[in-house]
T-cell receptor, first 111, second 113 residues
Framework: DQQVKQNSPSLSVQEGRISILNCDYTNSMFDYFLWYKKYPAEGPTFLISISSIKDKNEDGRFTVFLNKSAKHLSLHIVPSQPGDSAVYFC??????????FGKGTRLSVIA | SAVISQKPSRDICQRGTSLTIQCQVDSQVTMMFWYRQQPGQSLTLIATANQGSEATYESGFVIDKFPISRPNLTFSTLTVSNMSPEDSSIYLCSVAGPDYGYTFGSGTRLTVV
């Protein structure tokens, strides 16, 4: 059973426009959510996170929204840049448990 | 955040052989994990490396295939034993701590031929 789901395997966005990456989860015990960005041949790098007590966290061009009742979170990137092209993983955990990852969404930002 | 050095960064191995991947952290960490990312798939947890005791394996992963050592709080190894082409993946070491969250090594890209 997949506890963290990213239903869109890929997304293409024009440079300068908004990218919205979505993530759904099933485990209501998760209390912390993270987004990672991964380039080919590199390990995932942390992008932004949000605790379950918040519904929004912003860091520069990146904003994460959490809707606990819908068990849904999204990552907004605005404006999108070609360097944002990568695979984005949504992840979640509770307490000291390891991260549980979604399958990732490949974002392509077209110049 | 913690800095992780993971070696080797990539390798091409013959089937039936074994490869040991090393993970060195620049500070003592409590939580250390090993993940695998098969082509086109998500990161899947293999096991939690426990200092001074046997690793805790996730469903579908066994110690005979993926022996793990964790002799101290800064170092761990993962061995992929008796390899087959299905073991071709990226293997990632990860650490977690209260001050810096989760951090990943750069990964080991393994190809089994």
């Amino acid at each position: 059973d997949q506890q963290v789901k990213q239903n869109s395997p890929s997304l293409s966005v024009q440079e300068g426009r908004i990218s919205i990456l979505n993530c759904d989860y099933t485990n209501s015990m998760f209390d912390y959510f993270l987004w990672y960005k991964k380039y080919p041949a590199e390990g995932p790098t942390f992008l932004i996170s949000i605790s379950s007590i918040k519904d929004k966290n912003e860091d520069g061009r990146f904003t994460v929204f959490l809707n606990k009742s819908a068990k849904h979170l999204s990552l907004h990137i605005v404006p999108s840049q070609p360097g944002d092209s990568a695979v984005y993983f949504c992840a979640a955990y509770s307490g000291n448990t390891p991260l549980v990852f979604g399958k990732g969404t490949r974002l392509s930002v077209i110049a | 955040s913690a800095v992780i050095s993971q070696k080797p960064s990539r390798d091409i191995c013959q089937r039936g052989t074994s490869l040991t991947i090393q993970c060195q952290v620049d500070s003592q960490v409590t939580m250390m994990f090993w993940y695998r990312q098969q082509p086109g798939q998500s990161l899947t947890l293999i096991a939690t490396a426990n200092q001074g005791s046997e690793a805790t394996y996730e469903s579908g992963f066994v110690i005979d295939k993926f022996p793990i050592s964790r002799p101290n709080l800064t170092f761990s190894t993962l061995t992929v034993s008796n390899m087959s082409p299905e073991d071709s993946s990226i293997y990632l070491c990860s650490v977690a701590g209260p001050d810096y969250g989760y951090t990943f090594g750069s990964g080991t890209r393994l190809t089994v031929v």
